[in-house]
């Protein structure tokens, strides 16, 4: 018996291409709930649609979503893109529905997250958490950006296997710092994609 891909790996802008792609599939009727896991096949920094960024020998990829920049390569990206009409009437109630479900599924691996309630802002995404982030004592746990679209939406969310860098340590925390095996994460965010919280 074949085994259960839990991810596919594709080039960085290979991955953003695929959900663009996906919101406008949805947004045409051409595509139902579409739900995402993937890694990235090499190091690279994400950022927001509205933001420029350019580093010398770092590839950079822009998001159709927006929010600041984001380390990629140690981390599992996944993306949510339906009808707004299936899970609210703005892009609050959706984000506020769509983060319910991942603390949920935290708290079913034993992990008590909290939203953040305090408003904060910087270009470096995992600098430090803004309002409506999930995070665990204090320290990101779950990076995310939303797009709307007339009829749909589109949220990329990246959750770090193990720290790219030792100094994000007192300002995100990672699967490894929590004892979570990734699998066990996996399988459990594959429920939520189901639909099955």
Request: proline share 2%; with cysteine; net charge positive.
């Amino acid at each position: 018996m074949r085994k259960r891909v839990l991810y596919e790996v594709l080039e960085p802008y290979e991955n953003m291409k695929r959900d663009e792609e996906n919101l406008l599939k949805v947004e045409k009727g051409l595509k139902g709930r579409v739900f995402r896991v993937y890694k990235w096949s090499k190091f690279c920094i994400s950022c927001g649609y509205s933001q420029r960024l350019e580093l010398d020998g770092i590839l950079v990829v822009k998001r159709p979503t927006g929010g600041g920049y984001l380390y990629h390569g140690t981390d599992i990206s996944f993306s949510l893109v339906d009808l707004k009409e299936n899970w609210g009437k703005n892009h609050r109630e959706i984000y506020r529905k769509y983060t319910n479900l991942l603390l949920k599924l935290f708290k079913d691996l034993g992990i008590e997250a909290q939203v953040l309630e305090r408003k904060g802002y910087s270009l470096l995404c995992y600098d430090y958490p803004s309002i409506g982030e999930i995070t665990y004592q204090g320290k990101k746990l779950v990076c995310s950006a939303m797009r709307t679209l007339k009829r749909s939406f589109l949220i990329q969310s990246t959750v770090y296997v193990k720290l790219p860098k030792e100094e994000f340590k007192e300002k995100l925390v990672s699967l490894e710092d929590l004892g979570v095996k990734e699998e066990e994460f996996l399988k459990k965010l594959w429920e939520v994609g189901k639909g099955k919280y």
